[in-house]
């Protein structure tokens, strides 16, 4: 059983874990908005870099220029992808990271100290109970074995008594049966 002071050291460890994990679960939350808006406006800016491609294409002035500039963005659009992609894995393993933590704070919600309390008390007042009620066997059998004790060493002074007589009724029974036989 749990004493009043480890249910207190496990609300104040509760306390302590919610209070060190939000923060993180708070960090991480905001990294995977951070993340997220990044994403957008990469795709925004990806998005703009095509329409301008497409835009020169389209003029059909296929110069050096145009040709330099579509090398440019494409490279650029290749980084932006590789980052998309670094972002996305990382937005993974937060979200991964994030999931355990909730775990692990579901875990530590389980041991709500006001429930643990009140099975205590409970568990305190079957345990008095009982205490009572085995007291209360345990001199009823107290007493029986007494009154067991007096009552066989009475049978013993019986048996004693019997077995006194009975040499005298015998004794009696041998006169009878030679008064009888003589008869």
Do not use: F, W
Request: hydrophobic letters at 35%; glycine letters at 2%; aromatic letters at 2%.
């Amino acid at each position: 059983m749990l004493t009043a002071s480890k249910l207190e050291k496990i609300i104040e460890l509760e306390d302590s874990l919610r209070s060190q994990y939000q923060d993180q679960l708070d960090a991480k939350s905001a990294e995977i908005e951070l993340g997220v808006k990044k994403q957008q406006e990469q795709k925004v800016v990806i998005e703009k870099q095509l329409a301008q491609l497409t835009a020169i294409s389209a003029e059909g002035t296929a110069n050096k220029r145009t040709d330099q500039l579509n090398r440019e963005l494409t490279h650029r659009c290749e980084k932006v992808e590789d980052e998309v992609v670094t972002q996305k894995k990382r937005i993974k393993g937060l979200q991964k990271d994030l999931a355990e933590d909730r775990a692990e704070i579901k875990a530590l919600k389980q041991y709500d100290a006001a429930a643990m309390k009140k099975n205590l008390d409970a568990s305190k007042k079957k345990l008095a109970e009982k205490t009572t009620a085995n007291e209360m066997l345990q001199k009823s059998s107290s007493k029986a074995k007494a009154e067991n004790v007096k009552l066989q060493q009475k049978v013993d002074e019986l048996e004693a008594r019997l077995a006194v007589l009975e040499p005298e009724d015998d004794k009696e029974d041998d006169k009878d049966k030679e008064e009888s036989a003589a008869a």
